[in-house]
């Protein structure tokens, strides 16, 4: 069926295309969405204005089973603070999660925590804290939350064993204050939790259900 819709959403990835076409990746509300911007790349293009992390309304039109074509593009807002290099690649891993994780299902619940992550890593004086908080807060809407009743202190295979990334007393409190308490009261958890073994367990995790992140690699 052919049709236009309207959409909502923060761009998480562009690749140029041959002939000047753009191919953008959207996380939204409803869920993720690839979509051709034809020509994009032009210098006259509105749409290759797009960067990454800009908050945008957009229209697409789809037709049969194919790519939706990017008809119009409207910039809401942008994020300043992401162009520092750290906080733009932890931006990137958190995007590229959430972007996996966004079925139709979970990207209600998922959406809002992956905006006010974003708005984290970007102001935040130290932004590991708010990637750790978002990014198991976007495993746990995603369906994907790892089981805190084993008998250890290790995260391995969402279950805390024998094996896997060592987390401390401190790390698992953290963990379950994220996954169990609003994002306030989890806060003072985090503060002073192990936030580099929270995230190499949060990569583990993640990899290990949703297969290799490229963004993690570079970590």
């Given at each position: 069926m052919e049709r236009y819709r309207l959409e909502?959403?923060?761009?998480?990835?562009?690749?140029?295309?041959?002939?000047?076409?753009?191919?953008?990746?959207?996380?939204?509300?409803?869920?993720?969405?690839?979509?051709?911007?034809?020509?994009?790349?032009?210098?006259?293009?509105?749409?290759?204005?797009?960067?990454?992390?800009?908050?945008?309304?957009?229209?697409?039109y789809a037709k049969g089973e194919g790519l939706p074509t990017l008809t119009q593009a409207e910039l809401v807002g942008r994020l300043h603070g992401l162009e520092e290099?750290?906080?733009?690649?932890?931006a990137s891993f958190l995007a590229e999660l959430a972007y996996r994780l966004?079925?139709?299902?979970?990207?209600?619940?998922?959406?809002?925590?992956?905006?006010?992550?974003?708005?984290g890593i970007a102001k935040q004086p130290e932004p590991?804290?708010?990637?750790?908080?978002?990014?198991?807060?976007?495993?746990?809407?995603?369906?994907?939350?790892p089981s805190l009743l084993g008998p250890g202190l290790r995260l391995q295979?969402?279950?805390?064993?024998?094996?896997?990334?060592?987390?401390?007393?401190?790390?698992?409190?953290?963990?379950?204050?994220?996954?169990h308490l609003p994002g306030g009261?989890?806060?003072?958890?985090l503060e002073t939790a192990p936030l580099e073994r929270l995230l190499l367990a949060l990569k583990a995790h993640a990899e290990e259900a949703l297969g290799p992140l490229r963004a993690a690699a570079l970590l």
């Open positions: 909502e959403g923060v761009v998480v990835g562009r690749k140029a295309l041959p002939q000047g076409d753009l191919l953008l990746r959207f996380l939204t509300p409803k869920g993720s969405l690839e979509a051709l911007a034809k020509k994009g790349l032009r210098p006259s293009g509105r749409s290759g204005r797009l960067s990454l992390f800009h908050h945008v309304r957009f229209q697409v290099p750290r906080r733009f690649l932890l966004a079925s139709p299902e979970a990207a209600p619940r998922l959406y809002p925590v992956f905006v006010s992550g974003l708005r590991l804290l708010p990637l750790v908080w978002a990014g198991w807060r976007a495993v746990k809407a995603g369906g994907l939350a295979g969402g279950r805390l064993g024998e094996e896997g990334v060592y987390l401390g007393e401190k790390g698992v409190e953290a963990l379950r204050a994220i996954l009261e989890a806060l003072p958890y």
